[in-house]
């Protein structure tokens, strides 16, 4: 059956699905700007702080840093995408999530956004990044909360219509007890609820069909299941937001 064919693994999923979700990025760079935007606020960058960016997918990330103010390293464990991050950040890394390439204490915060809920192990990544952060070094994490409107799009809608399906693990009421287990103190655990935005409907078709694999729907199908499962509002300024939510972890490494 193709269910059982499906890859679960990010590499692997990426590895079919690189070049059109860097194509999302580029084509809707104001799409993603709010989600990423608030998980570096939560973070509060200090001027020459080290930054590891895991998984860095496409280096998207350098279209919304000023590159100026901290030194960005980018960590992806799938060949495609680390062949496009690497035309875009100089310090970028092939290499699993579970086992970073890098010293102890190597760097002053973790940003990772939606990068956990394809990785089988979740806790040996928590642990790595604890591994690789100063003593008193913060991730701020973004993803996915089990039983959130974005997790029934995601395992419902997108499984539905894409011929790799979408099986990601998403967070619960185990996650702030495997953050702790990994050395790490939670500072902040809340929901973060904003738009993702578009000049009209048709752009956040297209955009969700490239970011997520959707091959086997009509930009119609994916139009009506957004507005009927996540939402859909005008903006004041005329454009259009799809609502949109993670659950937003800042931790320290304490000891």
Avoid at 8 to 37: K, M, N, Q, W
Avoid at 39 to 68: C, N, T, V
Avoid at 154 to 173: M, P, Q, Y
């Amino acid at each position: 059956m193709l269910t059982h064919a499906r890859p679960s693994r990010y590499a692997d999923i990426f590895t079919v699905r690189a070049e059109a979700h860097d194509d999302a990025f580029a084509l809707y760079p104001e799409a993603c700007r709010a989600e990423v935007g608030m998980l570096l606020a939560l973070l509060a960058l200090k001027p020459g702080e080290r930054l590891l960016d895991i998984p860095s997918a496409g280096g998207f990330l350098s279209r919304y840093l000023d590159m100026s103010l901290v030194r960005l390293t980018a960590v992806d464990p799938s060949p495609a995408l680390h062949r496009l991050c690497r035309e875009r950040v100089a310090d970028s890394h092939l290499a699993p999530l579970q086992d970073l390439p890098f010293p102890d204490a190597s760097f002053d915060a973790v940003f990772c956004l939606a990068g956990l809920h394809h990785e089988p192990e979740p806790i040996a990544v928590l642990r790595e990044i604890a591994r690789v952060l100063k003593r008193g070094g913060r991730v701020g994490i973004a993803e996915v909360a089990e039983g959130s409107a974005s997790a029934e799009f995601l395992n419902g809608f997108v499984d539905a219509h894409s011929t790799l399906g979408h099986r990601g693990c998403f967070l619960d009421h185990t996650f702030a007890e495997r953050v702790s287990q990994a050395g790490l103190l939670i500072r902040v655990d809340e929901e973060a609820r904003y738009h993702w935005r578009f000049r009209n409907l048709g752009e956040l078709a297209d955009c969700l069909r490239l970011m997520f694999g959707i091959d086997s729907a009509e930009p119609e199908q994916i139009m009506a299941a957004a507005q009927s499962i996540l939402g859909v509002d005008s903006l004041d300024d005329g454009w259009i937001g799809m609502r949109w939510s993670l659950r937003h972890v800042l931790a320290e490494r304490h000891a």
